[in-house]
């Protein structure tokens, strides 16, 4: 993931001073940790994409937009033509055209009017929410069939990788995972500082290995930020890691790599480590004494012969020889003059703008965005000459 901040939050922040912290606990749609408790003092009125709709007596609700209001998700079972919703603690299955459903005791609940699908939505009657969840959904605005109100603040953050859902405790960092149409289960903890932002993705290893990233902005106006991983095998948190950086220079971080050589690569910042899908080490990396001690580090790219770290101070890669300990910055060799001299002149640190894509070969790809009147494109460097001094 990438972590921009605008030029204007920087201004607004240029008198806060650096913080830069490594930790040893981990960084795409935002969600605001505005709530502890599920039910709510005063009802929440949210204005729905899809309008809602009487008929049989009903409120209908267009599910896919309503559910994640509820911390719910989603699923559908295509062998047995089931629509599955799921919560940390109560599910349900139900099917076009009927007028009931079934909960986590397997009873069936009549919802009084049967499910319906229109224009490939499926929409449900509000009774599902109330007699399953707990949560009656009402009409906002007679005026306004988009409105509804509910007495309920969202509690969790969730992801999910194919079937595999996965919820976390947005106050207490717990987290669980489980089959759609299936209860979840708790599968361990992690410490979120000031939860505020948050944002993330499920990424499946195996049948029995996932990992989640989860991002997090916080503080006024949200220029900290923490990225955690966590590994889970079997449902449970094997290992983790957290990387915490924020305040200016405001360069910009990209997403670490994922594994190498099989194994999955936690990343603080500064330490990289590497593990079995059990949890077990295998490597450690220091980005730290490669790059320098005073900073924070995303690992972006690993391979046999090469890494590529990004510091948070300068936002530019920097490329390291893993046999040689040689380095030097792709950009350097990639960009036109006024282009290297707009990065090592400003103030904001924005990054080079390159993205590593890949290899062929001894031949390094790159993205890059482009910046001032120059067009962004495709960039090569061949490894084999990377490392040559240049005039």
Avoid at 80 to 102: C, F, I, N, P, Y
Avoid at 182 to 194: C, H, I, N, S, Y
Avoid at 301 to 322: C, K, N, P, Q, V
């Amino acid at each position: 993931m990438k972590h921009t901040t605008s030029f204007a939050k920087a201004a607004a922040a240029l008198m806060l001073s650096l913080t830069v912290a490594a930790g040893a606990l981990p960084g795409l749609q935002p969600f605001s940790a505005t709530a502890a408790a599920a039910t709510a003092k005063e009802p929440i009125i949210y204005g729905l994409e899809h309008a809602t709709f009487k008929q049989s007596g009903q409120l209908y609700l267009p599910l896919k937009e309503v559910a994640p209001l509820l911390d719910l998700q989603v699923g559908y079972d295509n062998v047995t033509k089931t629509t599955e919703v799921t919560g940390v603690q109560q599910l349900a299955k139900l099917k076009s055209g009927k007028s009931s459903a079934t909960g986590k005791s397997g009873k069936t609940i009549a919802l009084g009017a049967p499910v319906l699908v229109k224009n490939g939505d499926t929409y449900v009657p509000a009774s599902l929410f109330s007699k399953l969840f707990g949560i009656p959904i009402k009409a906002a605005n007679t005026k306004e069939p988009g409105e509804i109100s509910f007495p309920y603040s969202s509690q969790y953050f969730t992801m999910r990788s194919g079937s595999m859902l996965f919820w976390m405790n947005k106050q207490h960092g717990v987290i669980y995972a489980g089959s759609s149409g299936q209860l979840p289960e708790r599968a361990g903890k992690v410490t979120v500082r000031d939860p505020d932002w948050l944002g993330g993705k499920a990424q499946k290893i195996d049948d029995s290995t996932y990992v989640l990233d989860i991002s997090n902005s916080y503080g006024e106006p949200h220029i900290n930020n923490s990225w955690y991983r966590i590994l889970l095998y079997d449902g449970k948190i094997a290992q983790q890691s957290a990387m915490h950086f924020g305040g200016p220079p405001f360069g910009n971080l990209h997403e670490n790599v994922l594994t190498y050589d099989g194994k999955i690569v936690l990343n603080d910042g500064q330490i990289a480590k590497l593990y079995t899908k059990y949890g077990h080490l295998t490597e450690t990396i220091n980005l730290a004494q490669l790059g320098g001690p005073e900073d924070v580090y995303s690992l972006e790219a690993l391979e046999d012969d090469f890494l590529l770290i990004r510091s948070y101070s300068s936002g530019t890669l920097l490329l390291i020889d893993r046999k040689t300990g040689e380095r030097t910055a792709p950009y350097l060799k990639l960009l036109q003059e006024d282009d290297i001299q707009w990065i090592k002149m400003n103030d904001f640190n924005a990054d080079d703008g390159l993205t590593y894509t890949g290899r062929t070969g001894s031949i390094l790809h790159f993205d890059w965005e482009g910046f001032n009147s120059s067009p962004g494109g495709s960039k090569s460097l061949d490894l084999t000459s990377a490392f040559e001094k240049t005039d």
